[in-house]
């Protein structure tokens, strides 16, 4: 038997205070059939109501603050957060699937974006002055200032990592917040924000869990000046469509279709090949700028074929908690189904698929597990190429030259991030530059090498906005101008 911990009850967080709720959401753990690894709270429509009330009350308060007076309030709550990181870990493994590794780095990564978020305090409020000109008598400031109360909307996969990249960003640049974990992974984010939220003044943060469809205001509400979401496409469109209602801004970070493009002169050793392998099956491919298409020199495919299987031959199928594991199973049995066809419609076409490791028996037989898999050749126009495929499957398509790579890294819907493999700065550059994404890599791919000052966000229906950095506050606030008449340059004007 696999080690299972306890079942976890989590609440809301309002104003301040806890709240139990009648309802409850049961959380099934991904690679048990039929356990439930704990409940979270089911809000009503009056408990979203109660804290988009208790936002807009603590927002007055909050937003006169000075940046540094809120950094230093920020810095204050986030103490102590690593105290209960292995607890947090070993609750998120169960409800997401993912090892328990990679738990713990999502809630330490959390960490590390609120910092870096401190450190910009200096830059929230700077303003940027026109001095007079001909025929504009006026000194104008440019300034900025927050727009009021935002809701966070984070996915299943890295929720607490991903939470880090706005929440302390709309929070020091004057908002108030409230956060919506997601209805299948709500357990360790919940206990997580409402530590945090516990250490700031009541109102300023709040956690709401519960059934999309008790959740509308948290969108549509004239309360609500904007909406950060990261998701997938399908769910962008209709966070968006709901937006439209009050005309509520939006955030999106949405799914990719990454290329990775290994140029004939990659250095292909053991350290580039690790790094590729990590950028593609991460968190069992459960990654929205995971590659997921690599485009290899047709002189290189062997190398990278038998580099990446060498890989694969050693992965262990398992359960999250389990130490020797190096791979869990898909989140959901919708995806593992579509992981599945995809697989199987690449066989039906002739190509070479590989496919490694064991899949799990006894009390996780039936689990959302897939053998990770490796499609050589693919026809371009199959769904592995063509769709964010969100599992361990990679299609592995040669090309002849550069011009070539690129048309077919370009020809998708997406532009999240993509990567460059060579010898050469200058191709890298060329390259690179041409690749049509919000982020590219060079030598790398994949969340482990994302820098996390810098903005991050995606082109096409990848979304748009960016997230972390000063872009990153810059997207919760406002801009505006205040124009002050220049006496003296009116006087000049009029003679």
């Known amino acids: 038997m696999t080690e299972t911990l306890a079942p976890v009850k989590t609440g809301l967080y309002i104003g301040g205070a806890a709240r139990e709720t009648a309802e409850t959401l049961a959380v099934a753990d991904p690679g048990k059939p039929g356990v439930v690894v704990g409940h979270a709270a089911a809000a009503t429509k009056q408990d979203v109501a109660d804290a988009i009330a208790a936002a807009k009350a603590a927002f007055p308060a909050w937003s006169a603050l000075t940046p540094q007076e809120r950094a230093a309030r920020m810095a204050e709550a986030i103490k102590g957060i690593a105290e209960a990181r292995d607890d947090d870990a070993a609750i998120l493994s169960q409800e997401n699937g993912k090892v328990r590794f990679e738990a713990w780095v999502d809630s330490l990564v959390f960490e590390i974006r609120w910092n870096l ?62 956060v919506k974990p997601p209805p299948t992974t709500p357990l360790a984010l919940s206990r997580i924000v409402q530590r945090v939220a516990e250490q700031l003044p009541a109102g300023v943060l709040n956690v709401i869990t519960g059934k999309d469809s008790e959740m509308t205001e948290l969108i549509e509400s004239p309360d609500i000046a904007k909406v950060s979401f990261t998701g997938s496409v399908g769910g962008g469109k209709k966070i968006q469509e709901l937006a439209t209602k009050s005309l509520t801004r939006v955030t999106l970070e949405l ?45 290189r495919v062997q190398d990278v074929v038998d580099g990446l299987s060498a890989r694969l031959e050693k992965v262990r199928l398992g359960y999250g908690l389990d130490a020797e594991t190096t791979m869990g199973p898909l989140h959901s049995p919708i995806q593992k189904a579509f992981v599945d066809e995809l697989i199987e419609e690449a066989k039906e076409s002739g190509a070479e698929v590989r496919e490694f490791g064991e899949l799990p028996g006894g009390d996780l037989a039936g689990g959302n597990f897939v053998r990770p898999t490796v499609v050589v050749d693919p026809d371009p126009a199959l769904r592995v190429v063509t769709m964010e495929q969100f599992g361990p499957v990679i299609p592995i398509i040669p090309f002849d030259d550069e011009e070539e790579a690129i048309r077919a890294a370009n020809d998708t819907w997406a532009g999240l991030c993509g990567s460059v493999w060579t010898e050469s700065p200058e191709r890298a550059r060329k390259v690179g530059g041409r690749i049509q994404a919000g982020y590219i890599w060079v030598n790398d791919h994949g969340a482990t090498r994302l820098d996390l000052r ?22 919760f606030q406002d801009t505006h101008s205040i124009a002050f008449l220049d006496e003296a340059a009116l006087a000049q004007q009029a003679h």
Not at 454 to 475: H, N, T, W
Request: glycine share 10%.
């Open 454 to 475: 810098a903005p991050f966000g995606g082109v096409k229906q990848s979304g748009y906005g960016r997230e972390q950095g000063l872009e990153g506050i810059r997207d």
């Open 117 to 178: 978020a401190l450190a910009l305090a200096d830059r929230v409020d700077e303003v940027t002055v026109l001095p007079p000109a001909p025929g504009i008598p006026v000194e104008t400031a440019v300034a900025h200032s927050p727009l009021g109360v935002v809701t966070i909307i984070v996915p299943f996969n890295w929720p607490a990592a991903i939470l880090g990249a706005a929440l302390p960003h709309a929070l020091l640049a004057g908002n108030t917040a409230i």
């Open 255 to 299: 799914g990719g279709n990454d290329p990775a493009i290994i140029l004939d002169d990659a250095k292909l050793d053991d350290t580039q090949l690790d790094r590729l392998y990590e950028g593609i099956f991460q968190t069992t491919g459960q990654v929205c700028m995971n590659a997921k298409r690599i485009y290899v020199h047709r002189s």
